[in-house]
């Protein structure tokens, strides 16, 4: 990142020629104008000038490989996994064609540089590549094909095959299955990855100090078991179990994002040391649910899905239970919220309500995928998505929920955690554990 | 004002021995929060860096909300003599990129303990001489009727 910071800053700010941008952050001065770039940025995409590509140096960053979910571009590798606003902020941005309006990544004055219609936006960075990425597990595989990496979070997707997409099913918004086809016929990917592999790589991993805080454990949903989702469930017990030798029975940060377990599977993985829980929800309305996740109401319905969230934080503890929703689906045509201030409402209501009970919701800014069946449904404005992720921050501010497993730097893909940053430590009841010098 | 020999004599201040340092930074609400001892390095781009080792802390939360807000801080530096305040405005965060990997690998040389959370880059705006002495010298002349009479019978 370039060290004049102030002259680009101040250069910035004296453009003359005004944007959706600007005129965004004067609607919301209370919002930080970097976040407000990072969801306009997540909303519309980002396309990447020749120059900024030829700025791209693999050896040091890290590009998109392994992913549950594809992108507007329809590419599965080759491009930037994302940019770094000087903040810390991750800016997770779909590579988009030039022909939707997308913001573009270029080079100006040897800086690596956001734009708009030729208006430099911000300075970025992109991601730093971890060290691991190149070298193989004994069993041959690319370890970047095993974990991959956030800023601070290894990722673990231990099958990226969606069950509920076997009788078509599967969410509306969701390209999971057509995407993980591209993946295993471009990549060469594992299908399905071991725990003695997992585990290795995250042992090479860690010789990078100072890189990686937490684990995160996520994949499609599975159906199979004596129980729904008991196979699912089979899967992380392998993981933790590899994992735990790994740390030396010593508890580590851990995110699991899963189906809906009931608290019988939660227990099983929450003994293994699983530390804290995210089931998505996904929309918070019943009657849209059922329609835009099938599979999810078939198997297990809105009303139990809530309240296995609930009944997570009996076992994690406030605070460490999330669910995450898919910001904008909510007024998906022809079924969805007719206007965005109903959408904000109700959303918020429910998002309320369950940071009440110790829930966090979490949201990601939608963009239509072109694997999906939602790939023709438009994004909502820019002005929704900062009441929204102003909206959810202020849930846990009044119910004072940290958010530090899906926070800005372990995960970076959600707006609202970022303007969480600035939220002091609550304990939730675990205080007490400390002792004073 | 901030120029080449204010940045030198802030150099120089940090490598006397002892110094004492604190940055003051201020939270949303108005508090006040200082930390005493920051760890902090002066770039060669002028800047300062300056090592915060609790993700959690007030002070990392105050200079985020400075960065948002072009807010200024303030590091007092005192050393013998001779003390300097600097305002200046966090403009990086450093959480990842060689930056961040090079001071937190140092941090762990010199204590293995040590896990830093993020290195703030701060641009100076001014570097001010707040040296007790010099002050007083500049107020007996520029401010003579804050001066105490009996001060001058004494002198005299």
Redesign the interface.
Known sequence: ?S????TL?EFIRNQSQSSELDAAAERHPNI????ITKIDAQRRGVHYSERALGAFEPAIHQARALALFGSRDGEVTGKPEAL?L???TSVLADPTPLDRSPYVVDVVDGRLVLTDAGKIIEEV?Y??KPKYYGKRTTSGVLMEHVVTAR??RFNVFPSSYCHFWTNDKGCQYCDIVNHQKQTLKELKAPARLRGHDIAEVIREGLKE???FTTICLTAGSDTRGPNAFDTEVGFYEEILDALSELFGGRPFPSQLISSAFDLNQLERLAKRGLTSWTTDLEVLNPRLFAWICPGKEEWVGYARWRQRLIDGVSLFGRGRVASGIVGGVELAKPHGYATEEEALKRTLAEADELGRQGVSVISTVWNPRPGSKFKDQKVPSLDYFIRLAQGLHEVRVRHQLNVDYDDY?RCGNHPDTDLS??L??FGNGRTQEVTHD | MTDTRSIDTLTRLLKRDPVVAALTTIA?DGQATTVLGPEIFV?A?A?VLYREFLE?S?TN?NL??A???EKRIVLAVSAGDTALNVHGVP???????????EH??SA?RADPEAD?A?VW?I?IDEIVEVSPGFLKRRQDIERPFFRHLDRLVSAS
């Open positions: 990142m060290q004049t910071v102030q800053t930080p104008r970097l976040i770094l000087r903040d810390g960075t991601w730093p800023p601070q100090t100072g890189r730097r940053r600035v002091p430590d | 949303a770039t781009q800047t959690s007030a939360r985020l909300h960065l948002w807000f403009t990086i965060a450093h959480v990842a990129g060689p930056v961040f990997q937190y690998e762990q830093l993020t880059e641009r």
